[in-house]
């Protein structure tokens, strides 16, 4: 039972982080040094990204209309745009897709562990400060995910490749900022980055799954269930949050947030651990 609350509490921040730009990796990271599950470490490895599925299905819940491609009115009708957009998707997830199998391993044993995640926490805190200010008085140049071009859908993949290496960089975090250093809006650059996680998160889990392999004990499927349906949940109003929010706020709180957290772990592993 305690495992199980334990769980419980890690989706709630899985839900909550996965969305809100401050890396929910690196806050999974960082609480097991405080909550830490009773498990292995393959087990742990494996859990902190497969929670992720349950947030993941949250996305595919509110924006299914938008992401579905086939129409219910026409028996063969197909929706272009939204198979474009799927399109766009695909070259946005190839940079990190192709790191992920060469060199997963690899960056999980270099970049998985406070300083990385502290560092990462900060570096993106000043980044979006620094483009909230940049963009201030601008106004974006694309409004719509059909105005984002290939090119540009290439290069948010490319941000969000620094997010596969750096843990505490945060994905959505990563591809927001990218996409709106690139003309996007802040409303269209967070959809995208919505939909984006869908296949990224589903074939990085699928990933996860092979290498620690589909064998459960009972205790362990009842943990990775509780976190994920937690975090499905919690998703939920999350994102609806989120986008409401951005229509009339910018990420400076963000910003501050990971630049405050940043320095809070930086402090207390190096001196207080």
């Not at 009773?38 to 990204?49: K, L, P, R, T, Y």
């Not at 970049?111 to 560092?119: H, K, W």
Request: aromatic residues 18%.
């Amino acid at each position: 039972m305690q495992e199980l609350i334990k769980a419980f509490f890690l989706g709630i921040v899985e839900g909550i982080t996965e969305w809100l730009p401050i890396s929910s990796t690196g806050h999974l990271i960082l609480l097991n040094e405080f909550i830490r599950l009773d498990v292995s470490e393959a087990f742990f490895s494996m859990f902190e990204v497969v929670i992720q599925l349950g947030a993941i299905f949250a996305v595919v819940l509110l924006f299914w209309k938008k992401i579905w491609p086939f129409s219910a009115k026409e028996k063969y009708y197909i929706r272009q745009d939204t198979f474009l957009m799927w399109f766009k998707i695909v070259v946005a997830c190839i940079p990190a897709a192709v790191v992920e199998l060469l060199f997963g391993d690899v960056i999980e044993e270099l970049f998985y562990n406070y300083f990385v995640i502290a560092l990462a926490l900060i570096t993106l805190g000043v980044a979006f400060l620094w483009m909230e200010e940049k963009n201030a008085r601008k106004r974006p140049k694309m409004d719509a995910i059909a105005e984002i071009g290939w090119d540009t859908a290439f290069w948010i993949g490319m941000f969000q490749l620094a997010a596969a290496v750096f843990p505490g960089t945060s994905r959505s975090g990563a591809t927001i900022l990218g996409g709106m250093l690139l003309g996007v809006s802040r409303s269209v650059a967070a959809e995208f980055t919505f939909v984006l996680a869908i296949p990224v998160m589903f074939g990085a889990s699928f990933i996860k799954l092979l290498k620690f392999g589909f064998v459960f004990t009972g205790s362990e499927l009842w943990i990775l269930l509780v976190g994920m349906l937690t975090a499905f949940f919690v998703s939920l109003v999350v994102i609806r949050f989120l986008m409401g929010y951005i229509r009339k706020h910018d990420f400076k709180i963000f910003g501050w947030y990971r630049i405050a957290l940043g320095v809070v772990a930086l402090v207390y592993f190096t001196f207080l651990h």
